[in-house]
Protein backbone atom coordinates (compact mmCIF):
# COMPACT_ATOMS: atom_id res chain seq x y z
CA UNK A 1 0.00 0.00 0.00
CA UNK A 2 1.35 3.27 -1.05
CA UNK A 3 0.08 5.28 1.64
CA UNK A 4 1.66 2.93 4.19
CA UNK A 5 5.51 3.19 2.22
CA UNK A 6 5.04 7.03 2.92
CA UNK A 7 3.76 7.44 6.05
CA UNK A 8 6.57 5.69 7.47
CA UNK A 9 9.22 6.81 5.05
CA UNK A 10 11.11 7.86 8.12
CA UNK A 11 11.02 4.89 9.82
CA UNK A 12 14.78 4.11 11.22
CA UNK A 13 14.79 0.47 13.09
CA UNK A 14 18.39 -0.07 12.14
CA UNK A 15 17.41 -3.04 9.67
CA UNK A 16 15.67 -3.28 6.45
CA UNK A 17 13.54 -6.41 7.61
CA UNK A 18 12.63 -4.74 10.37
CA UNK A 19 10.95 -1.77 8.92
CA UNK A 20 9.19 -4.40 6.16
CA UNK A 21 7.78 -6.12 9.01
CA UNK A 22 6.35 -3.16 11.15
CA UNK A 23 4.65 -1.93 7.47
CA UNK A 24 3.35 -5.11 6.90
CA UNK A 25 1.74 -5.27 10.39
CA UNK A 26 0.61 -1.64 9.50
CA UNK A 27 -1.15 -3.19 6.79
CA UNK A 28 -2.19 -5.95 8.24
CA UNK A 29 -3.78 -3.58 11.19
CA UNK A 30 -5.66 -1.11 8.28
CA UNK A 31 -7.82 -3.93 7.58
CA UNK A 32 -10.94 -3.85 9.75
CA UNK A 33 -10.22 -7.02 12.65
CA UNK A 34 -11.84 -7.68 16.32
CA UNK A 35 -8.53 -8.63 17.65
CA UNK A 36 -4.19 -9.37 16.47
CA UNK A 37 -4.79 -12.73 15.49
CA UNK A 38 -8.22 -11.45 13.07
CA UNK A 39 -5.58 -8.60 11.54
CA UNK A 40 -3.22 -11.21 10.77
CA UNK A 41 -3.16 -13.81 8.07
CA UNK A 42 -2.11 -16.40 9.57
CA UNK A 43 0.29 -18.38 12.43
CA UNK A 44 3.40 -17.23 10.87
CA UNK A 45 2.26 -13.08 10.75
CA UNK A 46 1.30 -13.62 14.18
CA UNK A 47 4.41 -15.10 15.63
CA UNK A 48 5.94 -12.45 13.14
CA UNK A 49 3.81 -9.69 15.17
CA UNK A 50 4.77 -11.15 18.78
CA UNK A 51 8.73 -11.20 17.64
CA UNK A 52 8.03 -7.34 16.76
CA UNK A 53 6.27 -6.59 20.02
CA UNK A 54 9.33 -8.49 22.19
CA UNK A 55 12.11 -6.85 20.42
CA UNK A 56 13.88 -4.15 22.12
CA UNK A 57 15.15 -2.91 18.99
CA UNK A 58 11.61 -1.41 17.74
CA UNK A 59 9.92 1.08 19.97
CA UNK A 60 7.17 2.88 19.80
CA UNK A 61 9.14 6.27 19.51
CA UNK A 62 10.84 5.12 16.52
CA UNK A 63 7.43 4.54 15.08
CA UNK A 64 5.23 7.36 16.26
CA UNK A 65 8.48 9.59 15.61
CA UNK A 66 8.12 8.25 11.24
CA UNK A 67 4.21 9.04 11.30
CA UNK A 68 4.58 12.46 13.54
CA UNK A 69 7.31 13.26 10.91
CA UNK A 70 5.22 12.41 8.01
CA UNK A 71 2.39 14.53 9.62
CA UNK A 72 4.67 17.46 10.04
CA UNK A 73 5.78 17.64 6.49
CA UNK A 74 1.84 17.64 5.78
CA UNK A 75 1.63 20.49 7.74
CA UNK A 76 4.32 22.48 5.57
CA UNK A 77 1.55 23.25 2.81
CA UNK A 78 -0.44 24.66 5.35
CA UNK A 79 0.08 28.44 6.51
CA UNK A 80 -2.12 27.98 10.15
CA UNK A 81 -2.36 24.91 11.59
CA UNK A 82 -4.91 24.08 14.68
CA UNK A 83 -3.30 22.06 17.04
CA UNK A 84 -5.34 20.02 19.19
CA UNK A 85 -4.84 17.96 22.39
CA UNK A 86 -6.07 15.09 23.79
CA UNK A 87 -5.75 13.45 27.03
CA UNK A 88 -5.78 9.48 26.74
CA UNK A 89 -5.89 7.69 30.37
CA UNK A 90 -4.18 4.06 29.76
CA UNK A 91 -5.82 1.57 32.59
CA UNK A 92 -3.38 -1.09 33.11
CA UNK A 93 -4.72 -2.46 36.35
CA UNK A 94 -4.46 -6.32 37.15
CA UNK A 95 -6.29 -7.92 39.45
CA UNK A 96 -3.24 -9.61 41.42
CA UNK A 97 -0.17 -6.86 40.68
CA UNK A 98 0.58 -3.97 39.11
CA UNK A 99 2.32 -3.70 35.72
CA UNK A 100 5.64 -2.56 35.39
CA UNK A 101 6.31 1.15 34.74
CA UNK A 102 2.98 2.38 35.48
CA UNK A 103 1.95 4.45 38.31
CA UNK A 104 -1.64 5.75 39.93
CA UNK A 105 -4.66 6.78 37.78
CA UNK A 106 -7.57 8.90 39.51
CA UNK A 107 -7.37 6.61 42.15
CA UNK A 108 -4.54 4.45 44.06
CA UNK A 109 -6.29 1.12 43.05
CA UNK A 110 -6.11 2.08 39.15
CA UNK A 111 -2.88 1.96 37.49
CA UNK A 112 -1.30 2.91 34.25
CA UNK A 113 -0.25 6.22 32.29
CA UNK A 114 -1.57 9.16 30.84
CA UNK A 115 -0.70 9.74 26.49
CA UNK A 116 -1.24 13.28 25.19
CA UNK A 117 -1.00 13.19 21.58
CA UNK A 118 -0.88 16.68 19.83
CA UNK A 119 -2.83 15.96 16.81
CA UNK A 120 -2.59 19.16 14.01
CA UNK A 121 -5.80 19.89 11.44
CA UNK A 122 -6.13 22.22 9.23
CA UNK A 123 -8.32 24.88 9.40
CA UNK A 124 -11.02 23.55 7.62
CA UNK A 125 -10.87 20.82 10.18
CA UNK A 126 -8.95 18.10 7.68
CA UNK A 127 -6.65 15.53 10.33
CA UNK A 128 -2.97 15.91 9.22
CA UNK A 129 -1.91 13.60 11.81
CA UNK A 130 -0.43 13.34 15.05
CA UNK A 131 2.78 15.72 15.53
CA UNK A 132 3.58 14.87 18.73
CA UNK A 133 3.48 13.07 22.02
CA UNK A 134 3.96 13.07 26.09
CA UNK A 135 3.76 9.66 27.74
CA UNK A 136 3.94 10.37 31.58
CA UNK A 137 3.41 7.74 34.82
CA UNK A 138 2.25 9.38 37.54
CA UNK A 139 4.07 8.78 40.92
CA UNK A 140 2.05 9.55 43.36
CA UNK A 141 -1.83 11.33 43.38
CA UNK A 142 -1.26 14.97 44.64
CA UNK A 143 -4.28 16.07 46.89
CA UNK A 144 -3.53 19.60 48.07
CA UNK A 145 -4.60 20.95 44.28
CA UNK A 146 -8.11 20.82 43.08
CA UNK A 147 -8.87 18.72 39.72
CA UNK A 148 -9.61 22.01 37.34
CA UNK A 149 -5.81 23.36 38.68
CA UNK A 150 -4.84 19.84 38.22
CA UNK A 151 -5.91 19.50 34.51
CA UNK A 152 -4.50 23.15 33.79
CA UNK A 153 -1.19 22.73 34.66
CA UNK A 154 -0.87 19.53 33.18
CA UNK A 155 -1.78 20.81 29.98
CA UNK A 156 0.10 24.18 29.83
CA UNK A 157 3.49 21.47 31.15
CA UNK A 158 2.57 19.41 28.10
CA UNK A 159 2.39 22.36 25.91
CA UNK A 160 5.49 24.23 27.21
CA UNK A 161 7.50 20.45 26.72
CA UNK A 162 6.05 19.60 22.97
CA UNK A 163 6.35 23.55 22.04
CA UNK A 164 10.47 23.25 23.63
CA UNK A 165 11.23 20.55 21.36
CA UNK A 166 9.43 20.63 18.19
CA UNK A 167 9.49 24.19 17.25
CA UNK A 168 5.48 24.91 17.15
CA UNK A 169 4.85 28.75 18.42
CA UNK A 170 1.04 28.71 20.03
CA UNK A 171 -0.45 31.78 19.17
CA UNK A 172 -3.55 31.76 21.38
CA UNK A 173 -5.61 29.74 24.13
CA UNK A 174 -7.18 28.18 20.78
CA UNK A 175 -3.95 26.89 20.06
CA UNK A 176 -3.97 28.35 16.08
CA UNK A 177 0.05 27.85 15.52
CA UNK A 178 2.56 28.20 12.89
CA UNK A 179 4.98 25.76 12.17
CA UNK A 180 8.53 27.16 12.97
CA UNK A 181 11.04 24.55 12.61
CA UNK A 182 10.43 20.49 12.75
CA UNK A 183 12.16 18.35 15.15
CA UNK A 184 11.02 14.51 16.42
CA UNK A 185 14.22 15.15 19.36
CA UNK A 186 12.42 13.23 22.51
CA UNK A 187 12.98 14.81 26.14
CA UNK A 188 11.91 13.31 28.94
CA UNK A 189 10.04 15.90 31.39
CA UNK A 190 8.77 14.76 34.77
CA UNK A 191 4.95 15.33 35.25
CA UNK A 192 4.92 13.05 38.04
CA UNK A 193 3.75 16.24 40.95
CA UNK A 194 0.59 16.72 38.40
Given amino acids: MEWIESEFAWLELG ?17 IAESQPGACMGDSDLEALYRVAKNPAITTDAILDAHQ ?51 ALSEQGLPLGMVDHVLWTRQSILTNVDRPDKERLRKQSCYECI ?32
Fill in 163 to 194: GSRSGWEFRSVSLTCHRIAASTTRSTTDFSAI
Fill in 69 to 119: QAAIVRTASHAVVVLAQDTSVIDLTKPSRQVKGTGPLESDDKFGFFLHPLY
Fill in 15 to 31: DLRREKRVKTIVEQFSR
